[in-house]
């Protein structure tokens, strides 16, 4: 099982990219999915997630009404809209899926693709 991310670049300060991830393999019907991102240096850190039923969750923290995350159950995808990008948004972005409710911690998602890198510049 895999999961397919897309649409990572580079992009200046302010600017905007759309994340995209497809499964291969099999579908997520009833499947939480979410965005998690890794830095250099840093650890895996929880980004924003969503239901099967369209519920949301975000990291309050660091990306509070600037990324906006959506799946389209049809096509079994889901995106994650970045906008106002910051310098410190740079890192490697993962999609990652796991049975019924979303969660925040890393270790409560079984099935995770690849990355995609997003880097800010200033």
């Known amino acids: 099982v895999q999961l397919q991310a897309s649409g990572g670049g580079l992009v200046q300060s302010g600017g905007s990219l759309r994340l995209s991830c497809a499964p291969s393999?099999?579908?997520?019907?009833?499947?939480?999915m979410a965005w998690f991102r890794q830095a250099p240096g840093k650890e895996r850190e929880f980004v924003a997630a969503?239901?099967?039923?369209?519920?949301?969750?975000y990291n309050e923290d660091s990306v509070k009404g600037r990324f906006t995350i959506s799946r389209d159950n049809a096509k079994n995808t889901v995106s994650l809209q970045m906008d106002s990008l910051k310098p410190e948004d740079t890192a490697v972005y993962y999609c990652?899926?796991?049975?019924?409710?979303?969660?925040?911690?890393?270790?409560?998602?079984?099935?995770w693709g690849q990355g995609t890198q997003v880097t800010v510049s200033s």
């Open positions: 990652a899926a796991r049975p019924v409710s979303a969660r925040t911690e890393v270790r409560t998602y079984p099935y």
């Open positions: 393999g099999r579908t997520f019907d009833n499947y939480a």
């Open positions: 969503i239901n099967w039923g369209g519920s949301t969750m």
